[in-house]
């Protein structure tokens, strides 16, 4: 479980930069959409995975409602999730 939630984060992560740094300037300025569509798409299966993942890893570690409001946060601003993964579950026993 360990394993698939810590690579759900990190590649959350990137698609949330991939997102935001990559592709929405691409759609924006340079008005091609396609980019933006797909990995607008990935990032979103990305993150409700990470979420539920969230729910499933707290309940079994038997961590509270703030840390899981603290992982929940962290999915939603830059880097958030690669600071979750060194602070919360890099250290974490499988």
Not at 17 to 41: H, R
Not at 63 to 80: D, H, N, T
């Amino acid at each position: 479980m360990l394993k698939l939630f810590r690579s759900t984060a990190i590649l959350e992560g990137i698609s949330y930069l991939l997102l935001f740094g990559f592709t929405m300037p691409l759609k924006y300025w340079a008005d091609i959409l396609e980019p933006n569509k797909v990995v607008g798409y990935i990032h979103g299966g990305l993150f409700i995975a990470y979420v539920l993942l969230a729910l499933i890893f707290c309940w079994q570690r038997k961590w509270g409602i703030k840390r899981f409001i603290i992982l929940f946060v962290a999915s939603l601003l830059p880097f958030g999730t690669f600071y979750v993964d060194k602070k919360y579950l890099k250290g974490s026993t499988a």
